[in-house]
């Protein structure tokens, strides 16, 4: 099994939907955990962090569940741009050699 | 405040000729990062440095070598690139360790001929 692992995508939904998608991770010493949303060309910038069960911000919404370990990412009213890719990584080892990003989940938002 | 810059933006390197990509960042963080992206792969973590004066290895760090002199410069380096070191590569920082928020510099895309 890969450290951390999310669907490729494309998510392709229509503006306004809700869309969620998923990101696993394999190292359960795992602390705390980031999404991060990384535009066409562009740098990853960060997105939500979460520390606990969850975190909410606006419109996104992170949930945790450490028992079968995986974190998700909710977004609800879809816009068009909140397309992007969005990448997962877990982290808190206490040792940044062991920093592994998700390949990250495609979404693509329609008009 | 600028944040976190790279040079160069991109760069066409031909093969078995050294190059340094350049990191700063002027946020005074202690801990700084070198990752490569490639088409499918994601984030790869090449060399990081927890604080001036110490860098450590990544998942990835053969054919590069890194130096943290001071907290601001973190500059990556490939003594003799070769055509599978065509990338884009990502500098970050983040405060304290890899519990807290990167900050990403805006990239360097690297062509290895």
């Known amino acids: 099994r890969k450290e951390v692992e999310q669907d490729p995508g494309p998510f392709n939904v229509p503006e306004g939907a809700t869309v969620a998608f998923n990101c696993t991770y394999s190292?359960?010493?795992?602390?705390?955990f980031f999404w991060y949303r990384q535009d066409c060309r562009k740098e990853p910038k960060l997105l939500m962090s979460?520390?606990?069960s969850g975190n909410e911000d606006g419109r996104f919404t992170a949930q945790l569940n450490r028992a079968s370990q995986y974190i998700s990412l909710l977004i609800r009213d879809s816009k068009l741009s909140d397309s992007a890719t969005y990448l997962c990584?877990?982290?808190?080892?206490?040792?940044?050699?062991?920093?592994?990003f998700g390949s990250g989940t495609r979404l693509s938002i329609r008009p | 405040t600028a944040g976190i810059t790279q040079a160069p933006t991109s760069q066409i390197l031909a093969a078995g000729r050294s190059m340094t990509l350049r990191c700063t960042q002027d946020m005074r963080h202690n801990a700084m990062y070198w990752y490569r992206q490639d088409l499918g792969l994601g984030l790869r973590l090449i060399h990081y440095?927890?604080?001036?004066?110490?860098?450590g290895k990544g998942e990835v760090p053969d054919g590069y070598s890194v130096s943290r002199a001071n907290t601001d410069d973190f500059p990556l380096t490939l003594a003799s690139a070769v055509p599978s070191q065509t990338s884009v590569y990502f500098c970050?920082?983040?405060?304290?360790?890899?519990?807290?928020?990167?900050?990403f510099g805006p990239g360097t895309r690297l062509t290895v001929l």
């Open positions: 190292n359960s010493a795992s602390q705390s």
């Open positions: 990584v877990p982290c808190g080892y206490s040792s940044a050699s062991k920093i592994i």
């Open positions: 440095s927890n604080t001036a004066g110490t860098t």
């Open positions: 979460v520390y606990s």
């Open positions: 970050a920082s983040s405060e304290g360790g890899d519990t807290d928020t990167q900050y």
